[in-house]
């Protein structure tokens, strides 16, 4: 028996398994994929208080050290579910079972599609959903960035490093992302702004061969020719297999205000998978703070 089952590995999972293993209980981290979260694609991290620039993988490969020194076990497996047998929380994966006396729900979320014509198809030949991990084999290419937030400013910064010309489409005139980036890519010769533009489809036969547009103010379709698509459009939680044990919002985020408490006793959720304002490196650290905390506190009933 655990007294803390952590659901996902990310910055949120592993801050509370240091949390729990520093207030002497037993937890557990079972991630899915590779422990590390988003943040492992990011390919310099500015904003994280006292650190002034580190990777994403590096900070995260950190924090896993961190917490597996405190004691904290790691499992990698598929977690199914979660279903309550008189108090007792079971977390079910495809291979095992999990009793703990508390969960802490902190499972991410996950890329957002575009969902125009040839981005299934092609993608691995072209279209990539990760600037770090795809990035080199587009050296001396051209390629096309979407979206305007963050993560589509800093992939067109680390792009702008390997290839020929970045072109980063936006649909508004204005970017969701940090300005001091923005700042930084318009001083950058190989990189061109294309804003006010959806994508239509992406096109190409076996790979990618270009982007096919339309100008959102004037109606005009027009196409660019670039040899990857890297698709930066935001982030979808993927909560459905714990709707039945903990209430979701409209959008499949985890109900739960800054406390970490969901609809279910005993259960927590923390990070970008709760419904919440800012999703941030910093704001899921403090969630997995919160939620470890109240989670002792439960076990300690
Ligand atoms: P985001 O902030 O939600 O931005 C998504 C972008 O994609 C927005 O510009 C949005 O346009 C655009 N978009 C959404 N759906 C689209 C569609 N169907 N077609 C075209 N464009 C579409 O997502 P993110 O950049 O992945 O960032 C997620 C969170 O992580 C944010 O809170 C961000 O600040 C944070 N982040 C932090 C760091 C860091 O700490 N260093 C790094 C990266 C990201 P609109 O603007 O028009 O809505």
Known sequence: MYDIGIVGGGTAGMTAAIYGQR???RTVII???SFGGQITSSPNVENYPGIASVSGSEFSMNLLDQAVKLGAETEVEMVTGIRDENGTKIIETTGKEYPCRSVILATG???????VPNEERLTGAGVSYCAT????FFRGRDVAVIGGGSTALQDAEF???YCSKVYLVHRRDEFRGEESIVRRLREKENVEFVLSATVKEILGDTVVEGVLLNNKKTGEEFEIKVAGVFIAVGQIPQNEKFSDIVKLDSSGFILASEDCVTSHPGIYAAGDCRTKEV???TTAAADGA????????????
């Open 23 to 25: 207030a002497g209980k």
């Open 31 to 33: 991630e899915g994929g």
């Open 109 to 115: 979320v996950t890329h957002r599609h575009l969902g």
């Open 133 to 136: 991990c795809d990035g080199a």
């Open 159 to 161: 792009l702008a490093n």
């Open 279 to 281: 999703r941030q490196l």
């Open 290 to 301: 919160v939620a470890a905390l109240a989670a002792c506190k439960y076990t300690a009933q």
